[in-house]
């Protein structure tokens, strides 16, 4: 796949990324050569097999690890060319993040954790991001849990707390890291579809990394990862074509 640095489109793509642990003898080879392109306003899942590199490829796009060789870019800045100070900044303003923890601070009020990523940032909503953040409470159905801190709240909403702060600052992508691995499937199902929303909705990128054939099936595009390498890439499909297509691949492994 070629990817220019002018493509538009792209809420985030990485080209030519490789990435080595260790040296010599001893070293892993988590990514190979990958290069590949978020879509804006796309639910793309990235799926593999336990150790064919998908959190080494999310950790790269965000900014939390660097590649060995190859670039990321996010939109039209190259965060492999920035500074720690720089790259900070970035993922505070442009990048949002959903964690199989919830990852929710206990002291604060939900209300307040959706808006420490403004408190981080030394400032407060303007008008236009409050009404962005009240739209945000409504849709994920948490206004009336605003003053309640996290441990009064069931695990499926503290991880729609928890979307709501990553998706307040309208950032160009939205990492989530097995979003619904801590949620009953009703409750797992629910957030999947609210995260879909998002994207046909609100036109919000999100990048997920899930083992979970049922979640990848609610995205609009699956990136299947073997062995360091994007070895396949399915549109819309149905869980069964999902595990049909890992099954077939694990055989043939
Ligand atoms: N910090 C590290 N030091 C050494 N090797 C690492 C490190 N991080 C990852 N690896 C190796 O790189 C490869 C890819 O790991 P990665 O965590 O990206 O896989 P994954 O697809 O996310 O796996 P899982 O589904 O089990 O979380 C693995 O072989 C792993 O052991």
């Not at 990553?166 to 629910?190: I, K, M």
Request: charged share 20%; aromatic share 4%; with cysteine.
């Amino acid at each position: 796949m070629k990817i220019t640095p002018t493509d538009l489109g792209l809420a985030a793509r990485v080209v030519h990324v490789s990435k080595s642990f260790g040296i010599g003898q001893g070293a892993v080879v988590a990514l190979s050569d990958v290069s590949i392109g978020i879509r804006r306003g796309q639910f793309t899942a990235i799926m593999g097999p336990s150790g064919s590199g998908k959190s080494t490829l999310m950790h790269i796009m965000a900014g939390l690890d660097t590649p060995t060789s190859g670039e990321a870019w996010l939109g039209d800045t190259q965060i492999t060319a920035l500074d720690d100070t720089a790259l900070t900044r970035l993922r505070r303003r442009r990048i949002g993040f959903v964690f199989q923890s919830f990852n929710l601070v206990p002291t604060l009020s939900a209300r307040d954790n959706i808006l420490l990523p403004f408190e981080l940032d030394g400032r407060t909503p303007t008008a236009d991001e409050q009404g962005w953040i009240n739209t945000l409470c409504d849709t994920l159905r948490i206004t009336d849990r605003l003053t309640h801190r996290p441990h009064e709240l069931s695990g499926g909403q503290q991880q729609r707390v928890a979307i709501a702060r990553a998706l307040a600052t309208r950032p160009d992508l939205v990492f989530a890291d097995e979003p619904t691995g801590n949620l009953d499937s009703r409750t797992g199902r629910e957030v999947l579809a609210l995260l879909a929303e998002a994207c046909s909705k609100f036109g919000q990128s999100i990048a997920m990394v899930t083992h979970d054939p049922v979640a990848a099936s609610y995205a609009d595009r699956v990136l299947i990862l073997a062995d360091g390498k994007v070895v396949h890439e399915l549109g819309p499909s149905t869980p069964e074509q999902i595990s049909g297509y890992m099954l077939a691949m694990d055989r043939a492994s």
